[in-house]
């Protein structure tokens, strides 16, 4: 008798156990799907706030680095709101060796814009220095990706700033 009771409570523990372990692969589902789903909703909000009729990507680059070292860049446009940044050593390093930063993504309405970029540095001689561009763009209806090139003009031994649309 004792063993048919004590058979009895295995079994029943067996059963118990194997309830929970169902139990837990349903909740990591749930917790699967839920984070699928929040991934399908971000992907959702972003489309909806941000359409590709609106959007713009800002990138900046250097190339060589040799006159000009940048120390913060800042852009601003109609219609946009200002992008501004502050350059670490790191960053700076990073960009003498070929990186793209990217800068931002905006908000920016199908039409022309008159675009100013102010990059603030210091030149080879230790000098603070900034070089400018003020250039009109165009926005259409598919994302516009615009690059702040800043490159040395060995001729002039001197940096000037650039804008390069991809």
């Known amino acids: 008798m004792k063993y048919l009771l004590v058979i009895a409570c295995l079994f029943s523990s067996l059963v118990m156990a194997a309830e929970d372990a169902a139990v837990a692969a349903d909740i990591a589902d749930v917790k699967r799907s839920v984070l699928e789903l929040n991934k399908d909703l971000y992907a959702l909000e972003e489309s909806l706030l941000s359409p590709s009729t609106m959007r713009a990507e800002l990138y900046f680059s250097l190339t060589n680095g040799k006159y000009f070292e940048p120390l913060s860049v ?19 390093d990073a960009l003498k060796m070929g ?21 603030r540095g210091r030149d080879a001689m ?11 763009v165009e926005k259409q209806d598919k994302p516009l990706l615009l690059e702040i090139v800043v490159a040395d003009d060995d001729s002039l031994q001197s940096a000037r700033a650039s804008l390069r649309f991809w």
């Open 74 to 92: 800042e852009v601003t446009a109609q219609g946009m709101k200002p992008v501004q940044h502050i350059y670490t050593q790191r960053q700076i």
């Open 99 to 119: 990186a793209v930063q990217p800068l931002a993504e905006v908000n920016l309405g199908p039409g022309k814009h008159q675009l100013k970029a102010i990059v």
């Open 126 to 136: 230790g000098q603070n220095r900034e070089l400018m561009i003020e250039q009109e």
